[in-house]
T-cell receptor, first 112, second 115 residues
Framework: GENVEQHPSTLSVQEGDSAVIKCTYS??????FPWYKQELGKRPQLIID?????GEKKDQRIAVTLNKTAKHFSLHITETQPEDSAVYFC???????????FGKGTMLLVSP | DGGITQSPKYLFRKEGQNVTLSCEQN?????MYWYRQDPGQGLRLIYY???????QKGDIAEGYSVSREKKESFPLTVTSAQKNPTAFYLC??????????????FGPGTRLLVL
């Protein structure tokens, strides 16, 4: 089955800096890659996703890039703010399956 | 995500006891999922169901059981065979047959603690 590795496990930045979280996946046929943000004690919420026919997608301060050849995708957050502090999860879905395989998460801490 | 509810918010289990976690959605989604979340472990799939009266085991199904008698409901039972049930349990739903709405939406979660 699919395997997703996520790095780093923790990331500390100063407010205004950029943050980058990287994930690699094992199934070259995977075609859908969402990113979720989970604040402490809350439910995960989708912040951005990308499909395999697109190399990059942006939404205001966040962007996701996909490199199908290398089988990795990354989340980029620019101009970080304290409210960006949370755990971020990447996931991948293989075609023909309705399940997602999640990475283990990255705790992002943004200091004022 | 506001259309998925889970209850209770906190649940306490005694040794040898079975407990049931509730998950309801009013999003008209076909597929529903149960995940277990432990610190540093991400989200691990317990069971999922793509249609009423059908469900499949996920990666960590041992010690758990589910039913899917109604489209809106997908309860999870944590049986006494699950020796380490303390975790945060998340339910999710999606419409896997609609490519434009394939996002999984999560409920607020149930935290299960063992007495």
């Amino acid at each position: 089955g699919e395997n997703v590795e996520q790095h780093p496990s923790t990331l500390s930045v100063q407010e205004g800096d950029s943050a980058v979280i990287k994930c690699t996946y094992s199934d070259s046929a995977s075609n859908y890659f969402p990113w979720y943000k989970q604040e402490l004690g809350k439910r995960p919420q989708l912040i951005i996703d990308i499909r395999s026919n697109v190399g990059e997608k942006k939404d205001q301060r966040i962007a996701v890039t996909l490199n199908k050849t290398a089988k990795h995708f990354s989340l980029h957050i620019t101009e970080t703010q304290p409210e960006d502090s949370a755990v971020y999860f990447c996931a991948a879905r293989s075609p023909g399956y309705s399940t997602l395989t999640f990475g283990k998460g990255t705790m992002l801490l943004v200091s004022p | 995500d506001g259309g998925i509810t889970q209850s209770p918010k906190y649940l306490f289990r005694k040794e040898g006891q079975n407990v049931t976690l509730s998950c309801e959605q009013n999003l008209n989604h076909d597929a529903m999922y149960w995940y277990r979340q432990d610190p540093g472990q991400g989200l691990r799939l317990i069971y999922y169901s793509q249609i009423v009266n059908d469900f499949q085991k996920g990666d960590i199904a041992e010690g758990y059981s589910v039913s899917r008698e109604k489209k809106e409901s997908f309860p999870l039972t944590v049986t006494s065979a699950q020796k380490n049930p303390t975790a945060f349990y998340l339910c999710a739903s999606t419409s896997p047959f609609d490519r434009e709405r394939e996002t999984q939406y999560f409920g607020p979660g149930t935290r299960l603690l063992v007495l």
